[in-house]
């Protein structure tokens, strides 16, 4: 551990992003971004802050592979890459392969590759960053940590659809969940900072980003979670419609005279605050328009904190019972309102916000925003790279 530099990736087909941590003195060096690739222009660049400065270089009509090489130079002129203990992957998907991070060969690459048709979007880029770091680094550990690990505990009764069972079987039609590696993080983080017992205690965890999904945490495992198949299902989201009825499909082709791929982009693009609002789907700005009066931008987050409330009650259910619930992600973290309009909701759980911790808390500052509530509620920030970067060196036993 004493010089463990681990990269942690993050490659998806337009963007890469990047940190890079000392394990030893358990520091981020540096991190960055590149983005407009693939997009055949000339604004694609590679930006980084490396010692509190930020930096960046336009790699014109940059692909991934060119991001990649371009990062590689990057981190030879610092002087890192010969220093590099392994490489940490964020893979989205892991279907029912994967229970854990692992060490990428040959037999893993080709399971990712099989959960493609679940996660197209996100997983032929995760691999193409894992195939490409493997031809410029040959010899360094790789290793694939998945958004989908954490929920491979959860029982068959929370994972199951309602659908003939043959669907599940053949094709694999289950729900997954997403965000795992945050919701283990937090989760683990509010055990040590609230002193819970770590084999037993019922946490619920909602990370509340562009993305949102909440998980029950039992024993450290997770049990049941609002994302399914895919990162559609659930809590309402800043461009993702969350829940609905399934027969809206069928509806709107025949209404509006689309057809399915339209339609599905209208519930992950159009939806969620954004639809709602018709005017952001960041929550910041919802939270500003809404005390500036504007009445559909207050519908938005009203309606976005009683979903999550509902969720979380639901969620709540198979713990038995609620130590703790822990707010994260940027919308968690910052957003004072909406933790204030969930707990409201929430009476029926045991909460009592305290209004000035609420007001306290935040990304920088976590800490328990409830008074002598029978249920605590606690902000703590997420960190995925780091914890991708942890369980990188446990796996090459560092
Ligand atoms: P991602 O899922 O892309 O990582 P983040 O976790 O950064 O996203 O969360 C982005 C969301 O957090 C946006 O909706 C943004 O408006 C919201 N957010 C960030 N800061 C605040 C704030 N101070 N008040 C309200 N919302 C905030």
Redesign the pocket.
């Known amino acids: 551990m004493a010089d463990s530099i681990v990269l942690v990736l993050n490659s998806g087909s337009s963007s890469l992003k990047f940190s890079l941590f000392d394990l030893g003195k358990q520091q981020e060096l540096m991190n960055g971004l590149a983005d407009r690739l693939g997009q055949n222009d000339d604004e694609a660049a590679l930006s980084w802050k490396f010692e509190g400065v930020k930096d960046k270089q336009t790699i014109a009509g940059a692909d991934q592979a060119k991001a990649l090489e371009t990062l590689l130079q990057l981190l030879e002129n610092k002087g890192f890459a010969s220093r590099l203990s392994a490489v940490g992957h964020r893979v989205v998907h892991g279907g029912e392969y994967f229970y854990d991070s692992v060490l990428v060969d040959d037999l893993v690459l080709d399971k990712i590759k099989r959960c493609n048709d679940l996660a197209p979007l996100h997983n032929p880029a995760n691999v193409l960053g894992i195939e490409q770091m493997q031809k410029l680094f040959p010899g360094l550990p790789q290793i694939a940590v998945f958004d989908t690990a954490f929920h491979q505990t959860m029982p068959k009764e929370a994972y199951l659809y309602a659908l003939p069972y043959e669907l599940y079987r053949e094709h694999g039609v289950r729900r997954y969940g997403f965000h795992g590696t945050s919701h283990k993080y937090v989760a683990q983080q509010a055990v040590k900072q609230l002193g819970l017992n770590p084999s037993q205690h019922g946490i619920v965890t909602a990370h ?4 949102c999904s909440a998980t029950s945490v039992l024993n450290g495992h997770s049990i049941d979670t609002t994302m399914g198949m895919t990162p559609l299902e659930g809590l309402v989201m ?1 461009t993702r419609s969350g829940d609905l009825d399934p027969s809206l499909h069928q509806f709107l082709a025949q209404r509006l005279n689309i057809g399915i791929d339209e339609i599905t982009d209208m519930l992950n693009k159009k939806s969620g ?1 954004l639809g709602v609002s018709e005017l952001s ?5 919802l ?1 500003d328009a809404a005390e500036e009066g504007n009445e559909q931008a207050e519908l938005a987050v009203q309606l976005f904190c009683y979903r999550l409330a509902k969720s979380i009650c639901a969620l709540a259910m198979p713990l038995g019972k609620l130590d703790a619930l822990v707010f994260t ?3 968690g ?4 309102r ?1 933790r204030e309009l969930t707990l409201n909701n929430l009476k029926i759980l045991g909460f009592e916000l305290d209004t000035e911790q609420n007001g306290k808390h ?1 990304s920088d500052n976590n800490g328990v925003i409830t008074s002598d509530s029978s249920t605590c509620a606690v902000v703590i920030a ?1 960190a995925e790279e780091w914890a991708i970067a942890q369980d990188t060196a446990r796996l090459i036993g560092e």
Do not use: K, P
Not at 208 to 211: A, P, T
Not at 281 to 285: A, E, I, Y
Not at 333 to 336: M, T, Y
């Open positions: 509340l980003g562009n993305g800043g605050l789907n960041d929550m910041r700005s939270c992600g940027g919308i973290e910052n957003a004072v909406v935040g997420t």
